[in-house]
């Protein structure tokens, strides 16, 4: 249990220790971030090497009794957790180190490492959940760490409309994930995976459908998937080793881990997994589409990580749970360096449009051959890792005679290599632009070069034949589809062909080509980005804006009205309260006061101050008195 | 001619009719008081009278007479110092002058 729980918890204590420490951290705020994370990396391999050696393991404990229910929680090891692990501490190690080169000297450097340290934490026990509660707790803090970190440069109105666009975005697919989870636990009673999945194999298929979808959504929100994908090109405003980390590597695969992680659900719907493959292959293609056009480096590669989540997605709703989550174990090595690679440029040339660069091969020979190695895993080059976990996905989709759905992913693939091979061109070799450009500091080269060497050695590990991560994830291994290996190969080296002869020998005269009026009305489309985000903006957030001014006219008017209304009810009530006051209470009170004050005027007289005419008073009475009571004597009645 | 019980009743009460009048008529203060003490004497009378003819043996009459004596003394003393103190103030010890008790 320590064991597993130590793994998040050291970068729980960095988070602690660095926001206690607050702006003194500045110097030293890297060390803590890296000493924690490094010590997450250390527990996690000896996680791994415990699950491979010993099987999967977990540790449940009662949270909590809610009447007859009792909610658990825990912690689990199991192949799947123990490469997420892997992938999540090293890539995280990766950009911690990154990042004392590239935020160097920044106003909230101390900052920045708190955040990254929660983010690495929430990632890590999202992963070692072994319940649904665990992991929406996680998935949370994932994405307030993504929002912080989004709008980490917040005095950018950018950066700050940014994240909040990435918050509520996401928020809308978390809905669905909540939705999912409170639907799991009124139809089984508990939050644990394996109690679940085993609840679930007698359930109705109609309600399991139900459930999966919702599931789907939160995955959607959070892996960036169509419809909900607009908000991960603009968290491109945050720091650059940030969306490495969050918006590449490992938030963004967070959704994908879902739907892995339900596999035992989504197995059981076959509409569920239709719904993931076609979502998959609309985003994989749409996303590959728009990234053709944009100029942004960064914003080409967040549209390619929207792509590839939308092949992994192809590949889980193939029914392949291993093709997916290995396309998510290469992906987040070769993505990260391309940010990484795209961060070192960046940094390098002041500027995030690739028309500023150009020709920094020379200048910058480590990032240009490391970038150069992840773009060619992206297309898809034998031997290089993304070729086999993409090769994965296309069999399974074969396998599954998906055919439209191979067909996007075959041209999704094409343009990939295509887009991939217009940055490289344009970027590393076509004319220089004359800025001082200059390789950057190890710190900064150093994760380069250890994540090319994971991008390759992942490869290499498949092309022995071991297919090691098939195996450690519970899939027998097919042998590879040659047609199917040829024929991606051959779509990636078209793709590449042509971005060298459009961009880098200028055989086809773009000037030419962007004046035909098709080309000019799909650039304008591709660049508009399918006019999704206008369509929102329009539908939805001013249907939301129409909605709540019709609130605030309701407030104004019923509501207002309502309480003016009471108010005014009040007034008069007390005008006439007060009214009764004045008159009838006070007009006793002085009328009680006035007919005493009368009597006492006119009866003073009878106070002469005289002595004697008291005494005549006096005894005047006592005569009568006398007189009554002989009166009373002589009448016989005493 | 024997004298009766109704002989004293009557000279008491006509002693004590002319004592009342002079305290209700007199203007000078003195002069009332001095009514006062006839009322008081002939009450005096009455009870010793009252205690000679009808318990004779006892003296309670007698008794009381002596107390009313004493509280008609006291009773003289406290008034003439009001008197005396009344007269520094107004120079004048007409009743009919000195309405101190006026409203």
Redesign the interface.
């Not at chain 1, 960036?224 to 603009?234: I, N, S």
């Not at chain 1, 192809?314 to 391309?338: C, D, E, P, Q, R």
């Not at chain 1, 150093?446 to 991560?469: K, M, Y």
């Not at chain 2, 002069?31 to 004497?41: G, K, Y």
């Given at each position: 249990m320590l064991q597993l729980a130590l793994i998040p918890l050291l970068c729980v204590a960095s988070f602690i220790v660095l926001v206690t420490a607050g702006r003194r951290a500045r110097e030293w705020a890297h060390y803590v971030g890296i000493v924690t994370v490094l010590g997450s990396f250390g527990l996690s391999v000896a996680t791994f090497a415990r699950v491979m050696s010993g099987g999967p393991f977990s540790h449940t404990f009662a949270w909590v009794k809610l009447g007859s229910k009792t909610i658990q929680l825990g912690l689990q090891a199991d192949p799947l957790t123990a490469v997420m692990l892997l992938v999540i501490s090293i890539v995280s190690l990766m950009v911690n180190v990154y990042s004392i080169g590239y935020m160097h000297g920044d106003e909230r450097y101390h900052w920045y490492y708190a955040v990254l340290s929660l983010f690495t934490a929430a990632m890590l026990s999202l992963v070692l959940a072994n319940n649904y509660l665990l992991m929406y707790m996680s998935w949370e803090i994932m994405g307030l760490c993504s929002y912080l970190l989004i709008g980490f440069w917040f005095e950018k109105e950018e950066a700050y409309n940014a994240s909040k666009k990435a918050f509520l975005v996401t928020r809308v697919g978390d809905v669905g994930f909540g939705l999912g989870i409170i639907a799991i636990f009124a139809t089984t009673g508990t939050f644990v995976f394996r109690d679940v999945f085993h609840a679930a194999e007698g359930m109705a298929p109609a309600l399991i459908t139900l459930i999966t979808l919702f599931l789907f959504c939160g995955a959607i929100g959070k892996s960036a998937q169509f419809p909900l994908h607009v908000w991960l090109p603009d968290a491109m405003a945050g720091p650059t080793p940030a969306s490495a980390l969050i918006h590449a590597a490992t938030m963004v695969a967070a959704g994908v881990y879902l739907v892995a992680r339900s596999f035992p659900l989504f197995e059981l719907s076959e509409t569920s997994l239709a719904v993931v493959a076609t979502i998959g292959a609309i985003t994989a293609l749409g996303a590959a589409l728009i990234a053709v056009v944009q100029l942004d480096i960064k914003k080409v590669l967040a549209y390619s990580t929207i792509s590839q989540l939308g092949y992994m997605m192809m590949g889980l709703g193939a029914g392949s749970y291993v093709a997916g989550m290995w396309h998510l174990t290469t992906h987040a090595f070769f993505k990260a360096l391309l940010f990484l690679g795209s961060g070192s440029v960046i940094h390098a040339v002041h500027s995030q449009d690739i028309r500023d660069m150009g020709g920094l091969s020379k200048k910058m020979p480590i990032t240009t051959w490391t970038f150069i190695i992840g773009s060619l895993a992206l297309a898809g080059i034998f031997p290089l890792s993304g070729f086999f976990s993409k090769d994965e996905i296309l069999a399974a989709l074969y396998h599954k005679h998906m055919w439209p759905i191979l067909g996007a992913a075959i041209l999704g693939a094409f343009l990939t290599a295509f887009y991939m091979a217009r940055v490289c061109f344009v970027v590393f070799f076509g004319r220089e632009k004359g800025h001082h450009a200059h390789e950057s500091p190890l710190v900064m080269t150093v994760p380069l070069v250890i994540l090319t060497a994971i991008t390759v050695g992942l490869g290499l590990d498949a092309r022995l034949g071991a297919h090691f991560f098939t195996e450690f994830l519970g899939e027998h291994p097919e042998p590879i589809n040659l047609m199917i290996a040829l024929g991606s190969t051959a779509v990636a080296l078209s793709g590449i062909a042509v971005g060298w002869l459009v961009y880098h020998r200028r055989a086809i005269p773009l000037g030419t080509v962007k004046k035909q009026r098709l080309v000019m009305y799909a650039t304008t489309v591709l660049r508009n980005k399918f006019g999704l985000d206008e369509l929102y903006e329009h539908y939805v957030v001013g249907a939301f804006i129409k909605f709540c001014d019709f609130c605030a006219w309701f407030d104004r008017t019923v509501v207002d009205g309502i309480v003016n209304g009471a108010a005014s009810v009040t007034l008069v009530a007390a005008r006439a309260a007060g009214w009764f006051d004045t008159h009838i209470v006070d007009g006793i009170v002085n009328g009680l006061g006035f007919v005493v004050m009368g009597a006492g005027k006119r009866l003073?007289y009878a106070?002469?101050?005289?002595?004697?005419s008291?005494?005549?008073w006096m005894?005047g009475t006592l005569i009568v008195i006398i007189l009554f009571i002989l009166w009373l004597t002589l009448r016989g009645g005493l | 001619m024997e004298l009766t019980l109704n002989h004293y009743l009557t000279f008491s009460a006509v002693l004590f009719c002319m004592g009342?009048y002079g305290?209700?008529?007199k203007r000078s203060a003195i002069a009332?008081m001095m009514c006062l003490e006839l009322m008081a004497n002939a009450v005096n009378i009455n009870l010793i009278a009252l205690a000679r003819y009808v318990t004779p043996g006892t003296i309670k009459g007698q008794f009381f007479a002596i107390f009313v004596m004493v509280v008609a003394a006291a009773e003289v003393g406290l008034g003439l110092a009001i008197v005396l103190s009344i007269y520094r103030q107004k120079s004048t010890i007409e009743?009919?002058q000195?309405?101190?008790?006026?409203?």
């Amino acid at each position: 249990m320590l064991q597993l729980a130590l793994i998040p918890l050291l970068c729980v204590a960095s988070f602690i220790v660095l926001v206690t420490a607050g702006r003194r951290a500045r110097e030293w705020a890297h060390y803590v971030g890296i000493v924690t994370v490094l010590g997450s990396f250390g527990l996690s391999v000896a996680t791994f090497a415990r699950v491979m050696s010993g099987g999967p393991f977990s540790h449940t404990f009662a949270w909590v009794k809610l009447g007859s229910k009792t909610i658990q929680l825990g912690l689990q090891a199991d192949p799947l957790t123990a490469v997420m692990l892997l992938v999540i501490s090293i890539v995280s190690l990766m950009v911690n180190v990154y990042s004392i080169g590239y935020m160097h000297g920044d106003e909230r450097y101390h900052w920045y490492y708190a955040v990254l340290s929660l983010f690495t934490a929430a990632m890590l026990s999202l992963v070692l959940a072994n319940n649904y509660l665990l992991m929406y707790m996680s998935w949370e803090i994932m994405g307030l760490c993504s929002y912080l970190l989004i709008g980490f440069w917040f005095e950018k109105e950018e950066a700050y409309n940014a994240s909040k666009k990435a918050f509520l975005v996401t928020r809308v697919g978390d809905v669905g994930f909540g939705l999912g989870i409170i639907a799991i636990f009124a139809t089984t009673g508990t939050f644990v995976f394996r109690d679940v999945f085993h609840a679930a194999e007698g359930m109705a298929p109609a309600l399991i459908t139900l459930i999966t979808l919702f599931l789907f959504c939160g995955a959607i929100g959070k892996s960036a998937q169509f419809p909900l994908h607009v908000w991960l090109p603009d968290a491109m405003a945050g720091p650059t080793p940030a969306s490495a980390l969050i918006h590449a590597a490992t938030m963004v695969a967070a959704g994908v881990y879902l739907v892995a992680r339900s596999f035992p659900l989504f197995e059981l719907s076959e509409t569920s997994l239709a719904v993931v493959a076609t979502i998959g292959a609309i985003t994989a293609l749409g996303a590959a589409l728009i990234a053709v056009v944009q100029l942004d480096i960064k914003k080409v590669l967040a549209y390619s990580t929207i792509s590839q989540l939308g092949y992994m997605m192809m590949g889980l709703g193939a029914g392949s749970y291993v093709a997916g989550m290995w396309h998510l174990t290469t992906h987040a090595f070769f993505k990260a360096l391309l940010f990484l690679g795209s961060g070192s440029v960046i940094h390098a040339v002041h500027s995030q449009d690739i028309r500023d660069m150009g020709g920094l091969s020379k200048k910058m020979p480590i990032t240009t051959w490391t970038f150069i190695i992840g773009s060619l895993a992206l297309a898809g080059i034998f031997p290089l890792s993304g070729f086999f976990s993409k090769d994965e996905i296309l069999a399974a989709l074969y396998h599954k005679h998906m055919w439209p759905i191979l067909g996007a992913a075959i041209l999704g693939a094409f343009l990939t290599a295509f887009y991939m091979a217009r940055v490289c061109f344009v970027v590393f070799f076509g004319r220089e632009k004359g800025h001082h450009a200059h390789e950057s500091p190890l710190v900064m080269t150093v994760p380069l070069v250890i994540l090319t060497a994971i991008t390759v050695g992942l490869g290499l590990d498949a092309r022995l034949g071991a297919h090691f991560f098939t195996e450690f994830l519970g899939e027998h291994p097919e042998p590879i589809n040659l047609m199917i290996a040829l024929g991606s190969t051959a779509v990636a080296l078209s793709g590449i062909a042509v971005g060298w002869l459009v961009y880098h020998r200028r055989a086809i005269p773009l000037g030419t080509v962007k004046k035909q009026r098709l080309v000019m009305y799909a650039t304008t489309v591709l660049r508009n980005k399918f006019g999704l985000d206008e369509l929102y903006e329009h539908y939805v957030v001013g249907a939301f804006i129409k909605f709540c001014d019709f609130c605030a006219w309701f407030d104004r008017t019923v509501v207002d009205g309502i309480v003016n209304g009471a108010a005014s009810v009040t007034l008069v009530a007390a005008r006439a309260a007060g009214w009764f006051d004045t008159h009838i209470v006070d007009g006793i009170v002085n009328g009680l006061g006035f007919v005493v004050m009368g009597a006492g005027k006119r009866l003073r007289y009878a106070q002469t101050g005289r002595l004697q005419s008291y005494a005549q008073w006096m005894y005047g009475t006592l005569i009568v008195i006398i007189l009554f009571i002989l009166w009373l004597t002589l009448r016989g009645g005493l | 001619m024997e004298l009766t019980l109704n002989h004293y009743l009557t000279f008491s009460a006509v002693l004590f009719c002319m004592g009342l009048y002079g305290a209700l008529s007199k203007r000078s203060a003195i002069a009332v008081m001095m009514c006062l003490e006839l009322m008081a004497n002939a009450v005096n009378i009455n009870l010793i009278a009252l205690a000679r003819y009808v318990t004779p043996g006892t003296i309670k009459g007698q008794f009381f007479a002596i107390f009313v004596m004493v509280v008609a003394a006291a009773e003289v003393g406290l008034g003439l110092a009001i008197v005396l103190s009344i007269y520094r103030q107004k120079s004048t010890i007409e009743l009919n002058q000195v309405n101190l008790m006026k409203w």
